[in-house]
Every structure is written in structure tokens, then in C-alpha cells.
């Protein structure tokens, strides 16, 4: 049996990579660069950076900024129209998740029309959009080298995965320098959602020797700094650990899958506006307990390589201590409970069974080790409350 991978073109990784931006444009041969990013990056100078970067070699780039965190349907709709009226040959996507998904999706809408429903899943987007530089400024969602946008239809609640080559930026710049300044609370969503992201892979049933060695990597990467970067944002070490762990995550779940934590963690982000990273927190040590027993091996691997366990533990201990410290971890990085976060309970409850179904329609919770039935998973639901 063989894995396809896919990655971007190009990566530029490390400190500064941003300011490759030109030579990587040239070797591109795109000369009309879009930016899409969002009012952060604005204010905080970082849209400009890039334009002095590009204006040092006699280039020059339109920004959009009007992309919306966790984005819909409606909310791309004007990046859609910038990008199509516009005669760009490129987009820059500068930010966390949220403007690098809605880029992917603009850089699609824009050159082959229709409605982003067409292209959620089942459907492969295989058909190239406006070629994309992603240069996230989290570490993150790893959506700079993914082949995956989330796009919310507001009509239904729904989060739409959609999924292909298509999505997949032809470059990245992975430039730790742009989370120095991160908000903590920021830095521990996005960092658990890395951290998610490379256990779900080495996890899931479409786990295959490539995406295990990305995995194994970014967990040895994440764990010991995770809590560094949240405590200590400007220590440079552990940044630039992050991000690469962040990264090597990415490629593991692009090139093998998400599973149930993230399954689930859409309809709570949909429904209640969680960031991404928080519902996954939130999620992620009860189901880790559910699915433990059904893959007891590949766990304590994970609790080994996220520095939970000793790599001399049985598995038995290794597996008692992942669950341990996730809740632990939990702790430290305050992460709230959905009550704790506002959301209301009779409310939460109602929903549970729509939120089931939806989680189960994303195909997600199918690569899990322990394939949950809609009824196992409004319990797990429930007992985050
Ligand atoms: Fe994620």
C-alpha cells in the first residue's frame, strides 16, 4: 500500500522567512500579489511590513482585510469579488486560520464561481485556484500547509470541511518572528489545536508511515513548549519550536486525517463561537479517554513524545498519564469549561443531537481508533458540562 503526499511548492522556514517573500513571488513568476489578511494584522503593522518588503523590489500589493475570524459563507464574499475584479496573478495570505482558510476559499470562488457548498465534503477540489503564499502568524492551525478550508454556512450552523489540492497553498513562510507578540490566551488555543492536530493524526485509521513521522516530530516539539510560550511569549527558543511544530503537524493531519476531537469541536465553534483551538481543548481529554481503549499503543507513543510519560512506562502507565496531564494541562493553560465559557446549558443540551449528526456528516469521527454511534457522542458532549 502507498501514501500520496502533498505539500506546498516551496517552505521557507525560520527566523526572517517572511522577508523571502519577493524571491519567492519571482521564482513563482507572479508579479500581482493580493493580500488577504484581517484588521489585526493591519493594525498591527504587519500588512505594511510586507508591502515595504515588496515595494524594496519594485512590487507592489492591494490589501484585503476584511476577512472575519471562523469564517462563512457570507463573510468571503467580498474577498470573492476583490480577488475576481482584481486581475491578481497570487494571493498573500497573512494571519492565523481564519484569513488563510478564507483565502483559500477566495482563491477558489474566485477563479471557478459557484457557491462554497459545492465544494464542501465528500468533494475533492482538485481544480487549482489563484496560487496562494500563506505566512501565518499562529502556531497554529497548520493551515498553511494543508490541503483543507473550513468555511461556516450561517444558513445551517454548519462548519463545512472542504478538501483538495486545490486548497493547498503553492508556498508558506514560516516565520516564528510573527507570534512574538501573540496573546496568551491566543498562543494556548492555537498550540493545543497544533498539539491536536499531530496526536489526531497519529491516532487515526488514515495514519500511514509519513504522516507518524511528522506526527511523532511535532509532538516532541510541541510538548515541552507549549507551556513555555504561554507563560514566556517572548522566549524566541520556544517560539520557533512551536511554529515548526506547528507545522510538521499540519503536513501529519493533511496527508492522514483529522479525528473525533475535531469532529466534534466544529458544531461547538459553530453553534457557540468558540475558537477552533478552545473547543478542541475543551474536547480533547474525554476524547481521549473514549478512544484510548482502541488504540492503547499509538496513545502512550504520543504520551511519550509529548514528554507525558517516560519513555521506559508501560503503555498502561503511559496511557494513565496522558490522561493526567491533558486535564492538567487544561488547567494551567485556563481553558474553560463551556459553562465557564457562557454557553448556555439548557441551550447546549438542545442541540446536542444536531451537533452529533454534524459531527458525523464531516466524516471526521470515521478515522477515529474508536468509531463513536451518534448516541456516544452527545454522552461526550455531556460530559463536558
Ligand atoms: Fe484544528
Known sequence: MSTQVVLPRTMQIGEHSSHALPDVLATLGCTRPLIIT???????????????????????????????????????????????????????????????????????????????????????????????????????????????????????????????????????????????????????????????HAIEAYVSKKANPYSDSQALSAMRLIGPNLRRVYHSGED?????????????????????????VHGMSRPIGAHFHVPHGLSNAMLLPEVTAFSLPSAPERYAECARALGMAEVTDSDEVANHNLIEALTLLNQELNVPTPEQYGIKRQHFFDVLPQMAEQALASGSPGNNPRVPSADEIVEIYRRLW
Not at 481544480?127 to 496562494?132: D, F, N
Not at 520557533?240 to 483529522?258: C, D, K, P, Q, R
Open 38 to 196: 484581517d484588521g489585526m494584522m493591519v493594525k498591527l503593522g504587519y500588512a505594511e511590513r510586507l508591502q515595504s518588503v515588496l515595494s524594496e523590489h519594485n512590487l507592489s500589493a492591494d490589501v484585503f482585510s476584511d476577512t472575519l475570524p471562523e469564517p462563512t459563507v457570507a463573510s468571503i464574499q467580498a474577498g470573492v469579488s476583490t480577488a475576481r475584479d482584481g486581475n491578481y496573478d497570487s494571493i498573500i495570505a497573512l494571519g492565523g486560520g481564519s484569513p488563510i482558510d478564507s483565502a483559500k476559499a477566495i482563491a477558489i470562488l474566485a477563479r471557478h464561481g459557484g457557491e462554497m457548498r459545492d465544494y464542501k465534503f465528500p468533494r475533492q477540489v482538485d481544480e487549482q485556484g489563484i496560487p496562494i503564499i500563506a505566512i501565518p502568524t499562529t502556531a497554529g492551525t497548520g493551515s498553511e500547509v494543508t490541503r483543507f478550508t473550513i468555511i461556516t454556512d450561517e444558513t445551517t450552523d454548519e462548519k463545512m470541511l472542504c478538501a483538495g489540492l486545490g486548497f493547498m497553498p503553492v508556498a508558506a513562510l514560516i516565520d516564528y518572528d510573527l507570534t512574538l507578540s501573540l496573546p496568551a490566551r491566543t498562543t494556548a488555543d492555537t498550540g493545543i489545536d497544533a498539539m491536536t
Open 236 to 260: 524566541k527558543s520556544a517560539r520557533e519550536a512551536m511554529m515548526l511544530g506547528s507545522t510538521l503537524a499540519g503536513i501529519a493531519f493533511s496527508n492522514a486525517s483529522v479525528a473525533l
